[in-house]
């Protein structure tokens, strides 16, 4: 059986991709609201615009299993509600209903038509829905296209028919919209390529003669029949459609948009058509013609045929285009197209997909890099910009016209108001600790062109400070205390120092309160509003309770002090030296009442905690005990048991905070908990039964080497718990996935914490720090990732960092683009006329292009510092660029360490062509801030990968490997061997043995004989794997991902292994016989999983505090993920029954079954999937128990169990 | 049971190979590519190379691959690719019938 491996990982996101293939507005919730849906990867994403605080919310994520392929959505007449239509690569039709109530998405139907993944002839790649709602059509790239009828029943319920075909032999489509035909028949056009004709002609001349036809579908309701009703030749170049408005809104008809050139074209118009626009400037090429890449029409409310398209071109630059419409006697328009007009509107990066929202907001999602949203600050109705008309241009793109052009300027009519972070194209990925904190932190690069940046991620949660301010002294403890019970805020900051305290007001400024009441000469271990408007003040020798100014005092025994309190709005108890506990409480009269018998306890108390009054309560009828004897027990506060014991339970080290706290669970409802820090930095937290008052289900994460404290606070209206030790954490429920979440704060440590709450300040956090008071929110939860970035000036290709000090190094590349000296050159010509010489940043602008040029840089990093940065770069000349880099510590230089960059000088990348390639070495200088060019050395191809090995460099030149030395004018060659099939493209090594990766062939691995200075390849691949990313996991194990989405580890047979590394086995090597055509043994494959995005990294490496070792890969797409490892066989069954139960219970939401879905390419073996597991917390409660039935456990142990896994290795 | 079969088998024979004739052909009709036994290397070429562009297309991932590396962008990268679908592998061989026409000697001395 495939899935039987005796190794087992567990796969899991840490960060969901952050690509935008498509995204569309519309109102999904049914309230009026538009929202924004975008398919990333997939990922299914809602997302809610704040027209009020600029920004976009993510409502829901969701993972449907399957790759998103197109989406699009329709509104039945007359209702309020957008239907959302999946086209994936299930060979399923999803029709998709958002409900607000529950926060999910839910299938209404899905229509099987045929075989799954992304082929050629089956229908998903294209997808348009009639603007009226009443059908859909589904294409495929090649032949095929279905037509379903979306009606509604008697029941008011969406109706889908069986598929009408339109299929055509012979034809591919390259774009697809629905016609705005208002309540006519439905119309579908599509932009066509005929191959059939060029299939039979052996001469070629068809080829050249193969048309782009722009064809119409329509549907016809009556006959329920799909016809293809009108076609017409365009522009050859022509490639995207856009719908122009139809029926009372405007003429109908499409826009086709081509190299230079918008097309108005419609059955029964004549044709209409602009030319691009080119960009003016010194560095422009001006023969250079742009095409269409996104855009999108927005209808204008309030009068007929007010609408406007926006296109971009490549460039990213932004057209505005509208249509003129003939108009009768009276001036009201007719259905009569006049003219075209093209104008430009602004620059802004390249999007995949541009919604106007109506409140006034543009939403990019961007190809690459961070998606914006902008604010419109006009349309561009009356600026000076140069409109052009279809009037001074003919319909025949052939034909002869003067180009017309355009000065790019920064943006006017657009306001950027939120930049929502995007990792994508994720090209590599670091796990390194260079803060010195205990966890490690993520760097890596991202970003294509001028856009690309340098990002560190630190698992952390954003926190605003609000205050910072130093004290006098050090304190001890802080407490912040209503007056009075109906009080909404907090007035007084109680402070604590070790002989004295301080109260504080709270208002428009802080001040020392002086008649508080407060007992100002002694530590204070307890402040609390008590009662209907009472205070009180613990301190070690007693209580001091204060009345509207009245103050009573309680003392302790003689003899005895009190050392811990615990205390909420009617309770308080004491624990005295004696190992006592006094219960008080509050009477109606707003006295305090003390309860006649005291509980003597064991050992000392270390800790007490009683937990809020719940809603309608009296008072809370548990206490918390805990002592040093490494116990806690809980103790009923019942009037008629009051201090009994209820449970107890014992711990691994004395407890040093308690806290008794509800907080919500992964039903939606809510749990009592009680939370346990231990002395040894462990957290604990346990269920606490509101009935038997029982302690059951605990889990824990160690967070630090200090005893660990806990408080309650409140971040978006969620009780969470503040824990300090080492770092600050919250602890809290995630808005989204309902997991229970503990999540270090990306602040200093404190050493103690207290909830704040003012009117400035609704939800804040008031905290000790050494000497300083400082007061903070919590900005979100819902991302636990923190980025910071650094921008850099080229797409990057590879991320290398100094061996000993904390510097990185980027080796950057972009192909069809000018580089800076001819740039230069360009400017300095004597006919640059004035305004042709600005230049334009080209962070906005993109960096100028220019055919078969590459521009190329190496970078320096400095990824902490007080403003992260780049320090210095290094341009490569000569159209020479970068490809590979290492830092190589050289033997024969004692141990000096180099950076060695290997390039490439005139590269073609398809078909892959060069003229010469180079490995520079570089020398570090100033601790590694700079570097100084050393030589180069010329070798046959651009070598694709190097790397250290044994004080030497190891590089894949083509097929070859290698060892070089460094030598005083260049590198000196040492050992050869052609070891792969085509090209090298990783390398990784282990005492003798290198794995080398080649770029289509998978794994070779080879030995190196030194004795003998051979380099042996000894075992290979059974299958191709178009390698990317390798790592090795142990001396025989090899991890790695390839261009299609796997993931895998392969293993050389013990045996094979042993005999290679014999001493004298070289004569045997070379002279052992080729195994069907490849290395003499073959690897076998220990797991496989398909992850949909492409892993461009892997690294092992643990990523949490004291967590075992993990495989952290990265993908282009912005994802990050890891396979955690299963240690006992017992975890692999309960998961593997687990997933296969979720399988069935939770089928993914567009119908893609899910083991074929994470066995794409081949079948899935030893990788269980965490993400689906982890959406168990997600499923209603009856499934829950279901499952948990099923699997002989009960619900909090499965939830218990998805939880640890992930955070013992992962956050 | 033997017996029985080894009677029937002529005519099982003659309706097995009518009747995986016939799904052959509908296979073919339906998907596109499905090889016959005159499969010729071009027919072969033109279909994989078309089956591989339609994939790159149908992978965001992969697309996304192509344009970051000849940085472009990803819809142009996308149209690219379907054009290369018109002839991904050359003209088609001259057919052998025509090739008799041009040849006719061939024909005179079969």
């Known amino acids: ?1211 | 049971m033997e017996a029985i079969s080894a009677k029937a088998t002529p005519v099982m024979r003659f309706a097995d190979k009518l009747r995986t004739q016939q799904e052959l052909e509908r296979l073919q009709a339906k998907y596109i590519g499905t090889g016959h036994p005159d499969t010729t290397s071009w027919e072969w070429k033109t279909n994989i190379y078309r089956d591989t562009y339609s994939s790159i297309v149908g992978h965001p991932p992969l697309l996304s691959y192509l344009a970051l590396a000849q940085n472009e962008p990803v819809a142009k990268v996308r149209a690219d690719m379907i054009r290369k679908m018109l002839q991904p592998a050359g003209p088609p061989p001259p057919r052998e019938d025509d090739m008799a026409v041009a040849i006719p000697q061939t024909r005179n001395d079969s």
């Open chain 1, 1 to 1211: 059986m495939a899935a039987t491996s005796n190794m087992f990982m567990y796969s899991l996101t840490i960060q969901a991709p952050s690509t935008i293939s498509q995204a569309l507005v519309g109102q999904f919730s049914g309230t009026g609201g538009q929202q924004i849906i975008t398919a990333s990867g997939s990922r299914l994403t809602l997302l809610q615009p704040d027209a009020k605080q600029f920004k976009v919310d993510t409502l829901l994520s969701q993972d449907i299993f399957g790759i998103i392929r197109a989406i699009s959505s329709f509104r039945l007449a007359g209702s309020h509600k957008d239907y959302i239509i999946l086209a994936t690569d299930s060979g399923r039709i999803a029709i998709i209903e958002y409900m607000p109530k529950t926060n999910r998405f839910e299938r209404i139907h899905l229509e099987t038509f045929g075989k799954s993944g992304s082929r050629r002839v089956v229908p998903g790649q294209y997808l348009a829905a009639d603007p009226r709602g009443r059908a859909c059509l589904i294409a495929s790239i090649e032949k095929n296209k279905l037509v379903y009828v979306l009606n509604r029943n008697a029941q008011a319920e969406l109706t889908i028919s069986s598929p009408l075909e339109a299929h055509k032999h012979g034809v591919l489509v390259l774009s697809l919209v629905a016609l705005d035909v208002g309540y006519s028949n439905p119309v579908f056009a599509a932009l066509e390529l005929d191959y059939s004709e060029a299939d039979l002609d052996p001469t070629g001349q068809a080829r050249g003669e193969a048309e782009t036809q722009l064809v119409y579908y329509e549907l016809d309701l009556g006959l329920n029949h799909v016809v293809r009703k009108w076609s017409d030749t365009v522009d050859p170049t022509s490639s995207m459609l856009f719908q122009v408005p139809g029926g009372n809104d405007g003429p109908s008809g499409v826009l086709v948009c081509g190299e230079e050139n918008v097309t108005y074209r419609h059955s029964n118009q004549e044709a209409f058509r602009v030319p691009i626009p080119r960009r003016r400037g010194a560095t422009e090429d001006p023969q250079r013609k742009r095409t269409i890449i996104s855009g999108m029409m927005h209808k204008l409310k309030g009068s007929a045929g007010a609408f406007f398209f926006l296109l971009q071109s490549g460039d990213g630059d932004l057209f505005k285009v509208t249509i003129d419409m003939a108009e009768d006697s009276e001036g009201n328009p007719t259905g009569e197209v006049k003219r075209l007009k093209i104008k430009y509107f602004d620059t802004i990066p390249l999007a995949t997909s541009l919604c106007i929202l109506r409140s006034g907001f543009l939403f990019a999602a961007s190809e690459f890099g961070n998606h914006h949203l902008y604010q419109f600050e006009k349309l561009a109705d009356d600026d000076d910009e140069l409109e052009f008309s279809s009037d001074e241009f003919p319909t025949d793109a052939r034909a002869l016209y003067t180009p017309v052009y355009f000065y790019p300027r920064p943006v006017e009519n657009l306001i950027l108001v939120q930049s929502m972070d995007a990792m994508n194209p994720l090209v590599d990925c670091k796990v390194a600790n260079l803060t010195g904190e205990d966890a490690p932190q993520i760097y890596s690069i991202c970003g294509s062109g001028a856009r690309s940046t340098f990002r560190s991620l630190k698992n952390g949660l954003e926190v605003t400070e609000i205050v910072g301010e130093e004290l006098p002294g050090t304190p001890s403890a802080v407490w912040t205390t209503k007056l009075a019970r109906d009080d909404e805020f907090d007035a007084y900051i109680v402070m604590s120092f070790a002989n004295a305290t301080l109260v504080l007001s709270i208002g428009e400024t802080v001040e020392e309160v002086q008649d508080s009441g407060f007992m100002s000469d002694v530590t204070t271990l307890a402040a609390q509003q008590l009662g209907e408007e009472g205070l009180i003040q613990v301190h070690p020798k007693g209580i001091r309770h204060i009345v509207k100014g009245r103050v009573n005092d309680w003392p302790a025994p003689q003899h005895r002090s009190i050392v811990a309190a615990a205390t909420n709005e009617s309770q308080v108890v004491l624990a005295l030296s004696s190992g006592e506990i006094v219960y008080f409480e509050v009477e109606s009269d707003g006295n305090l009442a003390e309860y006649d018998e005291k509980k003597e306890m064991t050992g000392t108390v270390t800790c007490l905690s009683l937990g809020k009054v719940p809603e309608g309560h009296k008072r809370s009828s548990f206490l918390a005990v805990g002592c040093d004897d490494c116990t806690v027990r809980i103790l009923s506060l019942d009037p008629e048991t009051t201090l009994e014991m209820k449970s107890v339970q014992a711990l691994t080290a004395a407890p040093s905070s308690l806290s008794i706290m509800a907080m919500e669970d992964s039903s939606g409802g809510s749990t009592l908990y009680l939370h346990i820090g231990l002395h040894s930095g462990v957290y604990l937290r346990t269920v606490l039964d509101e009935v038997t008052g029982e302690l059951t289900d605990t889990r824990q994460k160690f967070l630090g080497p200090k005893p660990t404290k806990l408080f309650q606070v409140s971040v978006q209206n969620q009780p969470c718990v503040l824990a300090l030790n080492s770092r600050t954490w919250l602890g809290y429920t995630h808005p989204l996935t309902k997991a229970f979440m503990m999540t270090p704060l990306s602040y200093q440590d404190l050493n103690h914490g207290w909830n704040f709450s003012s009117q400035e300040c609704l939800e804040g956090v008031v905290g000790i720090q050494a000497n300083f008071l400082r007061i903070f929110k919590v900005e979100g939860l819902g991302d636990n990732l923190i980025q910071k970035s650094v921008p850099l000036t080229y797409t990057p290709k590879q991320l290398v960092k100094h061996p000993e000090q904390l510097y990185f190094y980027t080796i950057e590349a972009e192909n069809n683009t000018l580089p800076p000296e001819l740039q230069a050159k360009l400017l300095e010509q004597p006919n640059v006329a004035n305004g042709d010489a600005k230049i334009l940043p080209p962070e906005e602008f993109g960096h100028p292009p220019a055919k078969g040029r590459w521009a190329s840089c190496i970078s320096i990093i400095d990824p902490l510092g007080d403003e992260p940065s780049v320090l210095s770069k290094i341009d490569l000349s000569d159209n020479e660029a970068a490809v590979s880099a290492a830092v190589v510590p050289f033997a024969s230089q004692e141990g000096e360490s180099f950076l060695v960059v290997g390039t490439g000088k005139d590269m073609v990348l398809n078909p892959r062509q060069f003229t010469e390639g180079y490995i520079h070495v570089y020398r570090f200088h100033e601790d590694g801030r700079e570097l100084e060019f050393i030589h180069k050395t010329k070798v046959e191809e651009p070598p694709m990968a190097l790397m250290p090995f044994q004080g030497r460099l190891l590089v894949g030149v083509g097929k070859t490997l290698r060892v070089y030395d460094l030598g005083l004018r260049q590198l000196l060659r040492k050992v050869q061997a052609d070891v792969a099939p085509q090209l090298i493209v990783t390398l990784q090594a282990q005492g003798n043995r290198i794995v080398v990766g080649d770029v289509q062939q998978g794994i070779t691995y080879v030995t190196f004989k030194p004795d003998s200075h051979k380099l042996l390849p000894f075992a290979d691949d059974s299958i191709n794997r178009w390698t990317t990313c390798t790592t090795m996991v142990d001396y025989d194990s090899v991890a790695g991902g390839d261009k299609f989405g796997n993931l895998w580890v392969l293993r050389c047979p013990d045996k094979v292994s042993t005999e290679t590394d014999e001493p004298g086995s070289e004569i045997h090597l070379t002279h052992a016989r080729d195994y069907l055509h490849g290395a003499p043994n073959r690897l076998s494959l220990m797991t496989h999983f398909y992850t949909q995005d492409l892993p461009t990294s892997i690294c092992k490496t643990s990523l949490v505090v004291g967590g075992q070792e993990v495989l952290v890969w990265s993908g282009l797409q912005g994802t990050i993920g890891v396979l955690i490892p299963f240690i006992s066989r017992e975890d692999v069954d309960f998961f593997q029954s687990l997933e296969n139960h979720m399988r069935s219970e939770d089928p993914p939401l567009a119908g893609r079954d899910h083991l074929i879905y994470r066995g794409y390419y081949t079948p899935v073996k030893g990788v269980i999937d965490g993400d689906l597991c982890e959406r168990y917390n997600l499923l209603p409660n009856d499934k829950k128990q279901m499952i948990a039935g099923e699997l002989d456990r009960s619900v909090r142990e499965i939830e218990r169990k998805i939880s640890d896994i992930r955070t013992r290795s992962a956050f």
